[in-house]
Each structure stands twice: as C-alpha cells, then as structure tokens.
C-alpha cells in the first residue's frame, strides 16, 4: 500500500522567512496530493492541494510542487507569520471517483518566531 | 454548509471498558471515514463507508473495534474492550466528488 514520508519533524523560522516542507510516496498510482494544516487540539484545516496532471500550484503565500518523476511534492511557505505555526501534514491518494482514502505523512511542527 | 459533527468531544475511561464515537457527516455526502490519530503522529484510516456499505476496513482492529452507518448517513464507531495504546483523537471525516474532504472536530479519547 502507500506510504507517505514526511521531513523535516520540526521547523523553525523566523517571521518573514520562508518555510519548505517536503514529502515522498511510493505509490505510482497517487494521483492527489492535499495538505492539511492542524492547530493544536483543533481538526485538521485542508490549506491546498495539488493533482497530478499539475506540477505547481500556488495560493497566495503557500504554494506546492509536485515531481511525478521522483515522487515527491512540497510544500512552500514564504513570508512566515506567528499565525502559520501548527503542525502541517501532507497526505496522498489515488481515486478518480471521490473515494478518497488520504494515506497522511507523519507531520511537520512549524514554530514561526516574531 | 453545515460541517461534520461528532460527539462526544472528550472522553475518559478506564481499560477494558467500551465507549461509542457518534458522526453525522456532511448532508449529502455519500463516503464517510473514521480515522485514529494518536499524539505526534499523522491521522490513519480505521474504515470507509460509501453510503452504507464498508469500503475499506483493512486496518481496522476487528477483535475490538466495530463500526457501522445504518440508513448511509451517521455513524457509530465502538471500541470493547478499550486498551490503554487505543488513547487518541478519533476523526471522522466526510467527502463527495464536488465537494472534497472535510473532518470533524475529534473525540478525543483517554484510556487509563
């Protein structure tokens, strides 16, 4: 099945730096690529997202690459404020139907320093 | 829309006992999932319903666990007996082709 690796396990900046998650899947077949930001006690929040037929997508000051090649995707934070510290998990899935089981990487905690 | 709803938000038992999550999904979204996400670690699917039926239940701890989401629309995850390692944010979340993947807020669960 799939497995998703995720570095680095923490992440610290200062406000105003950028921030580079980046994720690994084994499973050729993937084809979406979420990733979810999670507040401390709080549910996890879907940020972006990217599919396969893409290879970059931006929104505002998140944006995701994906590399179908080397299956692997990151995630890229620019201009960091407090407000972006939680813990971020990047996820995989395979389905053209909406029957997405989402296989989730083990989580970045991002601490973002004023 | 309104969200995924799930109660309770908290719960404390002592190992060996049982307790029940409820979820009410999204309306009109058809596939439902159950995930377990222990402290520090990424969420992992226990079991997917499409409409009423088991999608997928692959790592779901049959001798203990059990779910089930009569009529296709809520959902009751149960777990008898509960062990201490069973200690985690239990979240259900819900999907349908247009409208993409929500979560609910989590049970959180603490076996002692």
């Known amino acids: 099945g799939e497995n998703v690796e995720q570095h680095p396990s923490t992440l610290s900046v200062q406000e105003g730096d950028s921030a580079v998650i980046k994720c690994t899947y084994s499973?050729?077949?993937?084809?979406?690529f979420p990733w979810y930001k999670q507040e401390l006690g709080k549910r996890p929040q879907l940020i972006i997202d990217?599919?396969?037929?893409?290879g970059e997508k931006k929104d505002q000051r998140i944006a995701v690459t994906l590399n179908k090649t080397a299956k692997h995707f990151s995630l890229h934070i620019t201009e960091t404020q407090p407000e972006d510290s939680a813990v971020y998990f990047c996820?995989?899935?395979?389905?053209?139907?909406?029957?997405?089981?989402?296989?989730f990487g083990t989580g970045t905690r991002l601490l973002v320093s004023p | 829309e309104a969200g995924v709803a799930q109660s309770p938000r908290y719960k404390i038992i002592e190992k060996r006992q049982s307790v029940a999550f409820w979820c009410n999904p999204i309306?009109?979204?058809?596939?439902l999932y159950w995930y377990q996400q222990i402290l520090g670690q990424g969420p992992k699917l226990l079991i997917q319903?499409?409409?009423?039926?088991?999608?997928?239940d692959s790592q779901l701890p049959k001798d203990r666990f059990s779910a089930e989401r009569l009529k296709g629309v809520d959902s009751t995850l149960k777990i008898q007996p509960a062990k201490l390692e069973d200690s985690a944010v239990y979240l259900c979340?819900?999907?349908?082709?247009?409208?993409?993947?929500?979560f609910g807020s989590g049970t959180r669960l603490t076996v002692v």
């Open positions: 979340a819900s999907s349908s082709i247009n409208y993409g993947y929500t």
């Open positions: 499973d050729s077949a993937s084809n979406y």
């Open positions: 990217i599919r396969s037929n893409v």
């Open positions: 996820a995989a899935s395979h389905s053209n139907t909406g029957f997405q089981k989402l296989v």
């Open positions: 309306s009109g979204h058809a596939t």
């Open positions: 319903f499409q409409n009423n039926g088991v999608v997928d």
